[in-house]
């Protein structure tokens, strides 16, 4: 059974970084998609970022482009969130996700999913 495991998130002020991971297990991954995704209270869950594992492929939400870096490591199945220059508007829950065959930035398509880390930017 294919597991996601998120870390990382914490308290930050406003400008500064944090790094998330998502350690995934349980499955053959090569063709997987990982995302993240992010719910603020009384939000929609939002894409934030992609990327294949095959080929590193990656796409970005246009709010998060430029300061956010997504990538994954195959010794340690583990994906990757680089967030810089962060913002009080990024403070949300963030999810990890994966999914074998889709390729995408909606959440509907994506099997598996993380419990979720939170991320908190103080302005």
């Known amino acids: 059974q294919v597991q996601l495991v998120e870390s990382g998130g914490g308290l930050v002020q406003a400008g500064g970084s944090l790094r998330l991971s998502c350690a995934i297990s349980?499955?053959?991954?090569?063709?997987?998609?990982m995302g993240w995704f992010r719910q603020a209270p009384g939000k929609e869950r939002e894409f934030v970022a992609a990327?294949?594992?095959?080929?590193?492929?990656?796409a970005y939400a246009d709010s998060v482009k430029g300061r956010f870096t997504i990538s994954r490591n195959n010794a340690k199945n583990t994906v990757y969130l680089q967030m810089n220059s962060l913002k009080p508007e990024d403070t949300a829950v963030y999810y990890c996700?994966?999914?074998?065959?889709?390729?995408?930035?909606?959440?509907?398509?994506?099997?598996?999913w993380g419990q979720g880390t939170q991320v908190t930017v103080s302005s």
């Open positions: 349980g499955g053959t991954f090569s063709r997987y998609t």
């Open positions: 996700a994966a999914d074998p065959t889709y390729i995408g930035s909606r959440s509907a398509p994506y099997d598996y």
């Open positions: 990327i294949r594992w095959s080929n590193s492929t990656s």
